[in-house]
């Protein structure tokens, strides 16, 4: 297929150094399937100690109820599906201005390789896309609808920590948001290499909506938990920057997702991120982490991936 990224021909090295080695043989150990993450309905008098509790807990929970029209979900889905399936060349000229992203060209290994594309949109860039109109309604549709959820989402987290009531009104504004389309093409050495490595997200709170076929799995007490899909649920990930305003106290999740050797997987992420200025600290003392701003946040995780293949994180700025 002409949409394909040619992942066997790029990773070819690192593809044969590892065949045969059953050391890397990487979720058949250590899932969990019968437990289920927090689900959450929206609609429920309770369901704001239920989040709270589930941030705390988990970091991650379901939520239902949630109010997003399956209209908007739908429709997105289906875009993002048009914009996959370009011919790579077309979708590989976007690679230098950062929307396109595919494997990971600095991957030392294979555990440092995601079977995976994406297309990373910052809210700002979608007002401005002359091409491709329905793709753009469709983000533009997506962003505006999930601003208010994060919003509340990220209220109801705040109020019990006693922070400053308009942190979150300051510093995240829509334009500081981002989406990411994600597809996870069949992989023909699925028990080998992730659909995307194990990572923690550099958000306050991401939202991910995803399709039918399953792969999203959560690290919990040392164990994978698959997250099963329901067309109805939302799933949303507390992230590093939300572990480190609270101190610690609501925890950054750490999340995957399994490749399939069959069958093609797609996830839209809602990305609640504040301005680049924006300053991290927190909200009590004595602090777990030292202050610092969205930006070098992600300088840093961007320095770290280049020089060793993946993020360090927040562990770095630990006090
Ligand atoms: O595809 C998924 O379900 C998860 C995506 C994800 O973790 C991310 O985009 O950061
Ligand atoms: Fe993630």
């Not at 899932?31 to 929206?42: A, G, H, K, R, Y």
Request: proline share 5%; net charge neutral; glycine share 6%.
């Amino acid at each position: 297929m002409d949409y394909e990224p040619p992942f066997l021909e790029t990773y070819k090295s690192l593809v044969q150094k590892h065949v045969g080695d059953s050391k890397n043989e990487y979720w058949c150990s250590m899932v969990e399937s019968t437990c289920e993450i927090p689900s959450i309905d929206l609609g429920r008098e309770e369901c704001m100690e239920e989040i709270v509790k589930a941030a705390k807990e988990w970091g991650c929970f379901e939520i239902v109820n949630h109010g997003i029209s399956q209209e908007v979900l739908e429709s997105m889905l289906l875009e993002q599906k048009k914009v996959f399936y370009q011919p790579f060349v077309l979708k590989s000229e976007q690679v230098n201005s950062k929307t396109y992203s595919w494997g990971n060209p600095f991957a030392t290994n294979l555990t440092q390789l995601s079977w995976s594309e994406a297309f990373h949109f910052p809210r700002t860039q979608i007002f401005k896309m002359d091409q491709h109109q329905t793709l753009r309604s469709s983000l533009e549709a997506f962003a505006t609808i999930m601003f208010p959820l994060a919003e509340s989402l990220t209220g109801i987290l705040a109020s019990k920590l006693n922070m400053k009531s308009n942190y979150f009104g300051e510093h995240c504004l829509p334009e500081s948001s981002f989406i990411r389309l994600n597809r996870y093409p069949p992989c023909p050495i699925s028990s080998k290499v992730h659909g995307l490595i194990p990572h923690h997200d550099s958000t306050f709170l991401t939202i991910i909506y995803q399709d039918q076929v399953g792969g999203l799995q959560l690290f919990k007490d040392g164990k994978w938990i698959g997250v099963e899909p329901s067309p109805q649920a939302l799933v949303v990930n507390i992230g590093d920057l939300f572990q480190a305003l609270s101190n610690g106290v609501y925890k950054s999740i750490k999340h995957r997702v399994v490749a399939s050797e069959k069958v093609e997987r797609f996830s839209t992420a809602f990305l609640y991120c504040p301005s680049e200025e924006a300053t991290i600290e927190s909200h009590n003392k004595p602090a777990m982490y030292r202050n610092f701003t969205f930006k070098e946040y992600r300088q840093q995780n961007k320095k770290d991936i280049k020089q060793s293949g993946d993020k360090v994180g927040l562990s770095r700025f630990l006090l």
